[in-house]
């Protein structure tokens, strides 16, 4: 059988986690609650915040995707074991989602961090004003070397607007920080040419460089009473982040400081994807996104695109489109040219009052400081030359 993997050798710490300067990493439920007693795995917990606090003190960005609040917070409310009703699950994530945050706190703290919780739903990943939004939360909290930890509003979700899995969510969330690295904690050291608890022959597969239809067929579907995910969706999982153009490692999470093994070569299975995230995003804004509007600009500001830099209202003409904060639009030069299109940092009203004016007066013009930059370079994609 013919299917995209390496040798052995890809299963020792590779140049993708090594050089990953930002990492998302998801953790399911089954990790982090005890499945007979619903309690948290203080130890195994406190083993991964010592190793995202090693990542950080080498430079890296780490965001956290966390399951846990429904199953810890079924224990304390006395549900009973097996499927919940939609509002017992809310009822559980509003009580469990306390404890989760006040541990990952009290840990982070013992290493002199600061953890940030953030809650989302699809529609934050889905709707570009609030994807935006999202993003600069997180952004920002980078910057002030803060973790965020990230997980589905289970509280507020429904069955039409819900995920269903963290590990789908945790790719969404790759990608819209344009992370690196993505890692799959399981129960499972890998993916399999088949479910290895009900095939004592399945062979690991160390490296996946395509998701073929060959690949999905490798995963089942079996998830834990206190996990829906499975291989199957961690393979769905592997194709929005590969996409995005992270690469994504599945590995065990049964295991003390499981990054840390990452690190010292541990069995994994890597995918690998074919561009790297800066290059993905860009190719999504220039070709995926409807353009909303335009922004005319200066040649001073041509000339900073050039370089490099943000587009900055100053550099700003004129204004076309009715277009909110979020939505993509359409760069043109003096002469008409396309430049390029970005993602627009204010709607098409407050952009057509501070057109002109430096970033300094923003806050004094609108009456609230929405930052610097019309266009950020990262949610800029420029035609070359």
């Known amino acids: 059988m013919s299917h995209p993997a390496?040798?052995?050798?890809?299963?020792?710490?590779?140049?993708?986690?090594?050089?990953?300067?930002?990492?998302?990493?998801?953790?399911?439920?089954?990790?982090?609650?005890?499945?007979?007693?619903?309690?948290?795995?203080?130890?195994?917990?406190?083993?991964l915040v010592?190793?995202?606090?090693?990542?950080?003190r080498e430079g890296r960005d780490v965001v956290l995707v966390s399951s846990g609040s429904i199953a810890l917070g079924r224990h304390k409310l006395g549900l009973p074991k097996g499927p919940l009703a939609l509002e017992q699950s809310q009822a559980a994530a509003a009580v469990g989602q306390i404890s989760l945050a006040h541990a990952y706190q009290e840990l982070a703290a013992k290493s002199g961090l600061t953890v940030a919780q953030i809650l989302l739903t699809l529609g934050d990943t889905e709707e570009r004003r609030?994807?935006?939004?999202?993003?600069?939360?997180?952004?920002?909290?980078?910057?002030?070397?803060?973790?965020?930890?990230?997980?589905?509003?289970?509280?507020?979700?429904?069955?039409?607007i819900k995920y269903g899995d963290?590990?789908?969510?945790?790719?969404?969330?790759?990608?819209?920080?344009?992370?690196?690295?993505?890692?799959?904690l399981s129960d499972v050291d890998g993916l399999y040419t088949a479910p290895p608890n009900d095939d004592p022959n399945a062979r690991h597969i160390p490296l996946v460089?395509?998701?073929?239809?060959?690949?999905?067929?490798?995963?089942?579907?079996?998830?834990?009473?206190l996990s829906k995910g499975g291989m199957k969706t961690k393979v769905q999982a592997g194709r929005i982040a590969l996409g995005a153009g992270t690469n994504m490692v599945i590995t065990t999470g049964k295991v003390l400081h499981p990054l840390r093994a990452i690190s010292e070569g541990c069995k994994v299975t890597w995918f690998l994807a074919k561009q790297d995230p800066v290059t993905a995003r860009k190719r999504w804004i220039a070709g995926q996104l409807e353009a909303r509007g335009t922004l005319?600009?200066?040649?001073?500001?041509?000339?900073?695109?050039?370089?490099?830099?943000?587009?900055?209202?100053?550099g700003v003409r004129r204004v076309e489109g009715n277009f909110e904060r979020g939505d993509a639009v359409v760069?043109?030069?003096?002469?008409?040219?396309?430049?390029?299109?970005?993602?627009?940092?204010?709607?098409?009203?407050?952009?057509?009052?501070i057109l002109g004016h430096k970033s300094s007066e923003i806050a004094e013009i609108l009456g609230f400081e929405g930052g610097?930059?019309?266009?950020?370079?990262?949610d800029m994609a420029l035609h070359r030359k």
């Open 6 to 47: 390496a040798t052995a050798e890809a299963s020792r710490a590779r140049p993708e986690w090594r050089n990953a300067r930002r990492i998302v990493v998801k953790i399911g439920s089954a990790l982090l609650a005890d499945r007979d007693t619903g309690t948290l795995k203080s130890e195994w917990l406190a083993s």
């Open 50 to 56: 010592a190793d995202v606090a090693e990542l950080i």
């Open 130 to 160: 609030r994807y935006l939004n999202a993003r600069h939360t997180i952004e920002t909290l980078l910057g002030l070397k803060a973790i965020p930890v990230v997980n589905e509003n289970d509280t507020v979700a429904t069955a039409e």
């Open 166 to 184: 963290n590990d789908r969510l945790s790719a969404r969330v790759a990608g819209m920080v344009s992370a690196d690295c993505l890692v799959l």
């Open 209 to 225: 460089t395509e998701i073929t239809g060959e690949i999905e067929a490798m995963a089942g579907d079996a998830g834990t009473e």
């Open 296 to 314: 005319h600009i200066d040649a001073g500001a041509e000339k900073a695109l050039d370089a490099g830099k943000s587009l900055l209202a100053a």
């Open 331 to 353: 760069i043109r030069a003096p002469d008409g040219r396309e430049l390029g299109r970005g993602l627009s940092s204010y709607a098409h009203g407050d952009a057509a009052l």
């Open 372 to 378: 610097p930059e019309l266009i950020h370079r990262n």
